[in-house]
C-alpha cells in the first residue's frame, strides 16, 4: 500500500473497499449507501464504506463535516435515514456495549471510583462483584492505572480521565471502539502517549477502532487507513491508506519519511 | 494551596462564623443595658438566657420544655420525611416520563404558588385543628419543593454521560439507577435544605392552630402574656433547630454528593 491520494466515485465504491482487506475476512462494520438528513436537510448521502477486523480507521475532517454522525450511527445513538450500517453482520437498530464510545470530554460517571466506571458494562450485564473487581484490576492494568481503582475521576488528569475512558469501553470486550476525538482537549505529549496507548491496546486485543479527528497528525500516526470527508451530502470523500512500519507504536514513525508524505499529501487535498 | 493552608483557611471561616452573632449579641447586650429598648419590646440577652435556664427547669405552661421540642420536632420530621420522599419520588417521575409530566404539571404548578398559610383555614375545616392539619400543611409543602427540585435534577444529566451508559449496555431502568439518579443528587440535595427551612417556617405557623404542645404554641402563648423573654426564648430553640438541621444536611450532602464542583 502507498501513501498516495485515491479519490473515489462519489455513488459506487469498488468491491475492494467494501470487502475491507485482501485476505477476504469479512468486514466487521459496514455501511451501505447510508443517508442522514434531519429537519429536511441532508447532512450525508450514499455513504458506503467497510472495516476490517483490527483495523483503525480514521475519519478526518473538520467540524461540521458530519464524521460524527458516522460514529453516532455506528454508536446507535441516530439512525440513517437511508441505506444501512452493519456491525458484525446485523444492522444496527441501537446503542450496545459491543460498540463502545470514548468520548470527547470523557463523560465519565464522577459518582463512581475508576474500578466501578471500568466495569459499568458487567455491571448492567449482572456480573457479581468479584468479577467486576478483577476485569477492572485487568484493564486498569492494560491502560497503566494500576493503583488508581480506587480513586474518583475528579481526582484524575484530563490524560487519566481518558485512560478510564478507554478502560470502561475495553472492558465489554466490543467489536469496534468508537472514539469522537478523545483526545484534542489534551496537551500535545499527553495526546501523543495516548495515541501510541491506542496503537499497543489494538496491537494486544486486536480490537477495531473507529477513531473520529480532525488532526491531520493523528489520523496518520493512528488510522491504517483515513477517510478525508469533504463533502459527505455528495457522498465525497477520499481515502488514504497508511503505510508505516510495525510496532506502529512506536514514535520514530512521527518521524517516517511514508509518515511525513502522507501528512503533506493529505494537507495538500484539504487545501485543494 | 496546600494543605496546611486549606486547614488555616476553614479554621477562620469557623472562627468568623461563631464571633459574627457573638458580635450581634454584644452590641444587643450593650444597647439593653445603657437603656436604649424597651425590656418588653427588645429584652437583654442575660434575661432571654434566665427565661431560656426556667423553662429548661421548671417546663412551660406545665409540661417540659423538651416536650414541647419533642412535639415539634415529631411533627415536622413525620411531615419531611414523608413529603420529601413523596416529593422526590413524583418530581423524578415527571421528570422521566412525560405523560406523567402532563398529569401533574396543572394540579402541581396550581397548587405551588399559593402560600401554606392560606390554606390554613380550609385545612381546618377538611382536618380539624389536631395533628393532621399541622402535618399535613408542612408535609405539602416539603413535597411541593422537593417535587420542582427532583425534577430539575434529571434534567441535569448530560447528554454524552446517558449515551455512554446505553452503550455499556445498561437498560433503562439502569440508565435511571446510575447515571440520572447520582445526577440529580446534588439539586435535591440543595432542595432537601430548602425543604428545612420552609418546614420549620409552617411548623410554627400551623401550631399557632392551635393545641397546647409546641414552639410555636409556646411562643404565641407567652406573647399574648407579654412575656417577651420567654416569646425569645422559644424563637432562639426554633433559630438553633434551623441552623443545626441545615449544618446537618449541609454535612451530609458533602458526603454524599462528593463529586460536586470538583469536575
Known sequence: MTAAARPLPSHEPPDALLQAKADGAPPVLKFEKVGFSYDGRTIMRDVSFAVAPGDIL???????????TILNMVAGFLRPTAGVAVVDGREITGPGPDRGVVFQAAALFDW???????????????????ER????????????????????????????RQRVGLARVLAAKPKVMLMDEP?????V????????????????????????????DEAAFLGDRIFLL??????????????????????????HPSFLRLRETIYRRMRH | MNRSDERRERLRYVLVATLSPLAILALWAFAAARGWTSPIILPPPSAIWASFLDMAANGYSGVSLWTHVAASLARVSVAYVAGAALGVGLGLLRGRSRLIDAVLLAPAELLRPIPPLGLIPLFILWFGVGETSKV???????????????????RASSLDSLRAAQSMGANRWQVFRFVVLPSALPQIMTGLRVAMGTALTILVASELLGGDRGLGFLILDASSFFRTTYVF????????????????????????VHWEGRR
Open chain 1, 58 to 68: 480514521a475519519l478526518l475532517g473538520p467540524s461540521g463535516c458530519g464524521k460524527t
Open chain 1, 189 to 216: 505529549q499527553t495526546r501523543e502517549s495516548l495515541q501510541e496507548e491506542v496503537l499497543r491496546i489494538r496491537d494486544r486485543t486486536g480490537c477495531t477502532i473507529l477513531f473520529v479527528t480532525h488532526a491531520i
Open chain 1, 133 to 160: 473487581r478483577a476485569v477492572a484490576e485487568e484493564m486498569a492494568a492494560l491502560v497503566g492505572l494500576t493503583g488508581f481503582e480506587d480513586a474518583y475521576p475528579y481526582q484524575l488528569s484530563g490524560g487519566m
Open chain 2, 136 to 154: 399535613l400543611l408542612i408535609f405539602l409543602s416539603v413535597l411541593l419543593i422537593m417535587m420542582v427540585n427532583a425534577q430539575a435534577g434529571v
Open chain 1, 183 to 187: 483526545f484534542s482537549a489534551l496537551d
Open chain 1, 230 to 255: 469533504n463533502d459527505l451530502k455528495a457522498g465525497a470523500y477520499d481515502t488514504f491508506d497508511v503505510d508505516l512500519p510495525t510496532p506502529r507504536a512506536s514514535p520514530d514513525n512521527r518521524l
Open chain 2, 233 to 256: 426564648a422559644g424563637v432562639a430553640v426554633i433559630g438553633l433547630i434551623g441552623l443545626a438541621t441545615d449544618r446537618g444536611l449541609a454535612w451530609a450532602g458533602r458526603r454524599i
Open chain 1, 112 to 130: 463512581m471510583t475508576v474500578a466501578e466506571n471500568i466495569a459499568f458494562s458487567l455491571r448492567c450485564a449482572g456480573a457479581r462483584k468479584g
